[in-house]
Structure formats: structure tokens, C-alpha cells
């Protein structure tokens, strides 16, 4: 059983940064692609990041480029989102989600929200002055 453990969110400033985390259990993430999604309150849930098994592929949002970066430490199966110049309309739940990489891509799996990923149970994300 696929399990998400999510921490790094928080309240901040607009301009700040945050790092979230998703460390997994009972299985490794190294067969799987692993994605960002977000969800704010009245709007649908949406791909921010994904990134590949080996990593070498990533794919973000067009509202994300260049200020958020995603990364895995497969020998601790352990998924990050560095948020950096954060702004109000990031505000959301976060939520991290797995499928496994023959199965899909990182632009297939960013654009569409699938309930049979693997989900964890989400952060929030609040930036506001």
C-alpha cells in the first residue's frame, strides 16, 4: 500500500518561499511518476509539477515556470516542491500523487487529474499579506 506523508506547507508572505515534501511508504518510489497537484477553494484541482521515476523529465505549469522546481530523492522516497516568489494565487491545498511511469508521462499525468493515482492527503499553502 502506497502511502504519502506531505509537510512544508504553511502561511506566507507574498515573494516568500516554502519547500514541501512528500516522503512515501510502503512502496519505493522508483518505478513511479510522481506529480504536484493543486487545488484552491470554487477552482478545479490542477497539475503544477510532475517529474518522472529517474527524474530526467519534468514538466510544470506555464503559471509555476521559473519559480517552482521539482525534485526526488529516490533513495529516500522523497518528492519536492521548492516554491520560491510565491504569490497569493498559489494559495491552495497541495496535494502529491503518484502513477506508475509505463503507464504514463509527465505532460499526460500534469494535465489530467486522475482519481485512481495514488494521492496523498494534501497541505496548505496559504500566502497573504
Known amino acids: 500500500q502506497l502511502q504519502f506523508v506531505e509537510s512544508g506547507g504553511g502561511l506566507v508572505q507574498p515573494g516568500g518561499s516554502l519547500r514541501l515534501s512528500c516522503a512515501a511508504s510502503?512502496?519505493?518510489?522508483?518505478?513511479?511518476?510522481i506529480g504536484w497537484f493543486r487545488q484552491a477553494p470554487g477552482k478545479e484541482r490542477e497539475g503544477v509539477s510532475c517529474i518522472s521515476s529517474s527524474g530526467g523529465s519534468t514538466n510544470y505549469a506555464d503559471s509555476v515556470k521559473g519559480r517552482f522546481t521539482i525534485s526526488r530523492d529516490n533513495a529516500n522516497d522523497t518528492v519536492y516542491l521548492q516554491m520560491n516568489s510565491l504569490k497569493p494565487e498559489d494559495t491552495a491545498v497541495y496535494y502529491c500523487?503518484?502513477?506508475?511511469?509505463?503507464?504514463?508521462?509527465?505532460?499526460?499525468?500534469?494535465?489530467?487529474?486522475?482519481?485512481?493515482?495514488?494521492w496523498g492527503q494534501g497541505t496548505q499553502v496559504t500566502v497573504s499579506s
Open positions: 510502503g512502496r519505493s518510489l522508483a518505478y513511479y511518476t
Open positions: 500523487a503518484a502513477q506508475y511511469d509505463v503507464l504514463t508521462t509527465v505532460q499526460r499525468m500534469c494535465a489530467i487529474s486522475r482519481d485512481n493515482y495514488y
